[in-house]
DNA sequence: CTAGTTGTACGATGATTGTCGAATGAAAGG
DNA sequence: CCTTTCATTCGACAATCATCGTACAACTAG
């Protein structure tokens, strides 16, 4: 086995039809991973480090973590960086709508009204 | 302060401009909750010990009280029953779409497709 | 009045969660 | 080779959570 192969291990990322609904709403009950959907509604891929929250390293990537093991990003390597994008399409394919009704009631209710 | 006029506390329920997204996503995020709304869709209103779970009637009580402080169920006292009922305009005002969106998913999703 | 029904309140308990700091690893650049 | 950068893993911690059993309160029915 040679060991100029090795890699970090593998990304595990669920298919469509493994998605659970309640692992879903439970991802997005958080208002740390839900700015983080947020922002990656606007850019398509990020690095890790470039989202707009306050919380330490090892914290993102517990998020990151919950967020991908539910379905809602994907995270591929490359090189020294780990590159983050919203799973849209997946997400629509197994629960239309859905991603879209929640991010857009949680932008609407930022500024609660009066 | 006569003591014939004693009630039960009166339950308390937050406007629809208090609603919060993750409260509410953090509510249906749980199975057992999930079935209490999922069976409000289908009768208008129910007494407390007539829903299909499978838990202590403590702990039932609990799952309500979640539901109700996050603005997605309403009850009423009436004698010795405990009335509840979906509160589906209130939050179709407050965050339009977005209970049928995620009820129409978790229905879709309890026989995952092959 | 007494007994049964309905549902809550309280306390306990074990599991999960969000947070962090320190140590680690892998890649890039000097 | 050494240093910096990027992000992870691990262990710890306090907080929250879902669950239950017991006790209790309010109402209804006999």
């Known amino acids: 086995m040679p060991r100029s192969q090795r890699r970090r291990p593998t990304l595990v990322h669920p298919e469509p039809n493994e998605f659970d609904l309640l692992d879903i709403l439970h991802a997005l009950s958080d208002p740390t991973r ?3 959907v947020q922002t990656l509604r606007a850019t398509p891929e990020r ?4 989202f707009p ?7 993102l990537t517990h998020h990151f973590r919950v967020l991908r093991e ?5 995270q591929r390597e490359d090189g020294n ?3 983050t994008a919203l799973r849209g399409e997946d997400l629509e394919t197994r629960f239309p709508s859905l991603l879209d009704a929640i991010v857009t009631a949680y932008e609407s209710g930022l500024t609660p009204p009066r």
Chains 1, 2 share one sequence.
């Open 70 to 74: 539910a379905g809602v990003i994907r």
């Open 34 to 36: 839900m700015t983080i």
């Open 81 to 83: 960086r780990r590159w």
């Open 53 to 59: 929250v306050d919380v330490a390293p090892s914290t």
């Open 47 to 50: 690095a890790c480090g470039t």
